[in-house]
Every structure is written in structure tokens, then in C-alpha cells.
């Protein structure tokens, strides 16, 4: 019988929300009926998917609750490499769920996707629009080593990161559907905010 890999879920908050102007991880949204920081929303998309543990990288923020593990970046400038590592170096699962903080339309669903198709030692990141997507993916533990070694380089490109754990089948890759795209829109300024208008009454958004 096959044995599910153990798997940590990290919610990557760490980033400077400069083209933002605030920080994206308290931008408020309608989350379940209610408003919501948007770090919230994220980690209850990740607990919901029942992992061993959840880390937030990043600084404490006002809000997290003490029963989740607050992973500073041991890597500071080196942009969400460094969080990944980090988040990696932490946990004792076989497999790392990340998921940006900035992806508001993320569901449970897609991530459950990714994490069944994942194994011990090879993980599953999404391909859309042949780019990669390797801020909500799955990768193994023993991707830190790569990790280390490219940021040891310089080499913080997650795209190349991503060909590289391909090249080591570290990772195989989930062709991301039409139907799923919507969920990898991301928020990097308020425009990208403000031009959204979110219909459904259980996931909206407020700023």
C-alpha cells in the first residue's frame, strides 16, 4: 500500500509590498462571510489542507497566532528564494506546500491537485503559459540543497530554479487548465487590486 508523503504548508509572507505601497499579507478581504486580513485567508486555505505543520516565513506580523511557526528569512535581499529555503531548512515533512501571499483567488482544491500528484522526493509545480508558477508548489525536502547552492551563486531566478529541480527530477510539472488560471492572478499594486470585481458573496475583496 502506498504511504501519502508527510507535507509542511508555508504561507510566504516576507516580501517588502513596494509596488503595493502597504503590506500585501494585511490587504482586507471578504473571506467565508466576513472581512479578513488576507494572511488569514491564506492560512486557512493551507490548514484546511490538513498538513503536519504551517510555517509563515517572514517577520511576525500583528495578528499571527502563536501556534504557528514564524520562520524569519535567514537570507535577507534575495527575494522569495530565500524564504523557500528557509521554510525548507525548517521542516521534517517529506514535501513543502508553498503558497505566496499575494494569490487571493487560490483554492483548496488546486493544492490538493499539486499535493497528490507529489511524492516523496519529487514534488509538482504548475506550469502556466509555459512559465512556471514556483510560488504555489510543492517541493521536496530535498530541494534545500539546490536552494543553498544557487543562492550561495546568486542565481535567485525562480524560473531557472525551477528548470534545475526539473533537470534533478526533483519536480514534475501539472499543466495548469484554463478553467484554473484565475487562481494564479496575483496582486502586486493597488491597481491590480481595484480591477478586480469579485462576484461570488464568499470570496470578495475590500481595500
Known amino acids: 500500500m502506498d504511504v501519502r508523503p508527510t507535507f509542511t504548508a508555508s504561507l510566504l509572507a516576507g516580501g517588502k509590498s ?34 503536519d505543520e504551517v510555517l509563515i516565513s517572514g517577520p511576525r506580523k500583528s495578528g499571527y497566532p502563536d501556534s504557528v511557526i514564524v520562520a524569519p528569512d535567514d537570507w535577507e535581499g534575495v ?3 530565500g524564504g523557500i529555503a528557509t521554510c525548507l531548512s525548517r521542516t521534517h515533512s517529506d514535501l513543502l506546500l508553498v503558497l505566496a501571499v499575494d494569490l487571493p483567488f487560490i483554492q483548496p482544491v488546486f493544492l490538493r491537485t499539486l499535493l497528490d500528484r507529489a511524492r ?17 508548489a510543492v517541493y521536496p525536502r530535498l530541494a534545500l540543497r539546490p536552494a543553498l547552492e ?5 542565481d535567485l531566478v525562480l524560473q531557472q ?24 492572478q496575483n496582486w502586486n499594486t493597488p491597481e491590480d487590486v481595484l480591477n478586480w470585481e469579485i ?9
Open 79 to 81: 527575494g522569495p528564494l
Open 120 to 136: 516523496a522526493g519529487c514534488g509538482v509545480i504548475p506550469v502556466n503559459r509555459d512559465r512556471f508558477e514556483p510560488l504555489v
Open 18 to 51: 513596494s509596488r503595493m505601497r502597504q503590506d500585501k499579507a494585511l490587504l482586507p478581504v471578504i473571506w467565508q462571510g466576513a472581512p479578513t486580513p488576507l494572511w488569514k485567508r491564506q492560512l486557512s486555505v493551507l490548514e484546511s489542507l490538513d498538513p
Open 150 to 154: 544557487n543562492l550561495e551563486k546568486g
Open 199 to 207: 462576484r461570488n458573496t464568499d470570496f470578495g475583496y475590500r481595500i
Open 161 to 184: 530554479f525551477a528548470v534545475r529541480l526539473l533537470g534533478e527530477k526533483l519536480l514534475v510539472t501539472h499543466r495548469v487548465e484554463a478553467s484554473e488560471e484565475f487562481q494564479l
